[in-house]
């Protein structure tokens, strides 16, 4: 952890790690940092921590070897710890197994289970229509009695799957509610949507679909080049499904004159207007939109923000008209000297109405049936920050009032990782 305990840095604190974590709790495995928490050579070392994470630190590597060398590191602590790594190693069978490329097993009978699981792990707190009316429970939906089902709420066209920073994985795959809603009403069934306004705490990063492949389809492309100018050689290809790029370490392939990476793709725009991009960045990082130049963070020495966990910069914001409907080219480009953690974030603010609120009732109202899906997403809960309050962020607690009183057949969804109060 970063903390102090007791006076005393817990990354080198031998009390705990070696005292209570070894001698009474008699652990035999690895004991590694969190990221970026080792401070001390002498110090982490002595109390037993075996591993800096993610490496290229200030206090092991070339620092804990010159420390051997001059007396400061007893050559035994090093031999210890290097013995604890290499046993846990051995235990689990992969000092014989050649490393080989990350990857996944994805078999369908796992999804299904994994789609079971979440399923039976919804709770229904309510199925009763608004107002105790005589019609009966309105869960399950038939789409055989329906001809209009308005589907509104932020979370409705972002589903939010994961926590933010270190609480999210890349998923298998990222599907919105409104596409499965369509699906599972079928075509006899008119799906209308509305957002209903936003509950972004600033810009936020742009997710497929909004963002999409080069040719509209897909993920963004990522490529990875040797040299912080773009013109080397490319190291390493992929695909992103959001505008954020994170090197923990200089990626393998580059050399002395660090990297660069580039994310191009086309961005689609669901609503005409102002829109607003933010970008903050780790090292240097420049936005182009539709070949003008929107972001732009190359030879600025910006001053450090609260982005990426206090190492980023304050933001860079600009702002395009788009129209509704078109798709714009986009690349994100990053630039970092050799050995530093590099790292971009874009996020965009959509066009809102003087009363977002408004269209989303209105289509509440025309429907047969009103399915709100609100809740958080990852600017508010996330890693380093805290939530000031359980009520849900934006104006959300109002839309639910006025579709409810709209249409009393309203389904409100709740998409949150954390308690929220529900004062409706």
């Not at 199925?127 to 309105?138: C, E, Q, V």
């Not at 190359?298 to 395009?320: A, K, M, N, Q, Y």
Request: charged share 20%.
């Amino acid at each position: 952890a970063y903390n102090r305990l007791n006076g005393d840095y817990v990354s080198a604190d031998r009390r705990l790690a070696t005292d209570i974590l070894r001698g009474e709790w008699g652990f035999e495995g690895i004991l590694m940092t969190d990221w970026f928490a080792a401070i001390d050579t002498v110090g982490g070392s002595g109390a037993g921590v075996d591993v800096e994470m993610p490496g290229g630190g200030p206090a092991y590597g070339p620092h804990l070897a010159d420390a051997v060398r001059d007396g400061r590191v007893p050559a035994a602590t090093l031999d210890a710890m290097a013995t604890r790594i290499v046993m846990v190693l051995a235990r689990l069978g992969l000092l014989d197994r050649t490393p080989g490329e990350e990857g996944n097993d994805v078999r369908p009978e796992h999804a299904l289970l994994a789609i079971r699981a979440a399923a039976a792990a919804m709770v229904l707190l309510k199925n009763d229509p608004a107002g105790g009316g005589g019609d009966g429970p309105l869960l399950p939906l038939d789409p055989g009695t329906l001809s209009t089902v308005a589907l509104v709420g932020p979370n409705a066209f972002r589903p939010q799957l994961m926590g933010g920073g270190s609480a999210a994985l890349r998923p298998q795959y990222r599907r919105p509610p409104v596409d499965a809603l369509r699906e599972a009403m079928g075509p006899g069934v008119d799906v209308v949507t509305d957002r209903g306004g936003s509950i972004d705490r600033g810009a936020t990063t742009m997710f497929v679909p909004l963002v999409a492949g080069p040719d509209g389809r897909g993920e963004p492309v990522l490529e990875v080049m040797d040299g912080r100018d773009g013109s080397g050689p490319i190291v390493h290809t992929g695909s992103l499904d959001q505008t954020r790029i994170v090197f923990g370490d200089a990626p393998e392939g580059s050399g002395s004159d660090g990297y660069s990476a580039r994310l191009r793709g086309m961005l689609l725009a669901p609503v005409g207007g102002t829109y607003t991009f933010v970008m903050t960045q780790i090292a240097e990082a420049r936005f182009v939109l539709d070949g003008d130049v929107v972001c732009d963070a190359f030879g600025i020495d910006l001053p450090r923000g609260e982005s990426f966990f206090g190492s980023g910069s304050v933001p860079v914001s600009g702002t395009v008209r788009l129209a509704a409907g078109e798709a714009y080219p986009f690349e994100l480009v990053l630039a970092a000297p050799p050995g530093l953690m590099g790292a971009v974030d874009l996020g965009v603010r959509l066009p809102e109405d003087d009363d977002p609120l408004a269209s989303a009732v209105e289509a509440a109202a025309a429907a047969d049936v009103a399915v709100v899906v609100v809740g958080t997403n990852d600017d508010w809960e996330s890693e380093g920050v805290d939530r000031d309050t359980i009520d849900l962020p934006g104006r959300q607690d109002e839309l639910i009032r006025r579709i409810v009183a709209a249409n009393p057949r309203t389904v409100v969804v709740l998409n949150t990782g954390a308690p929220v109060h529900l004062p409706w």
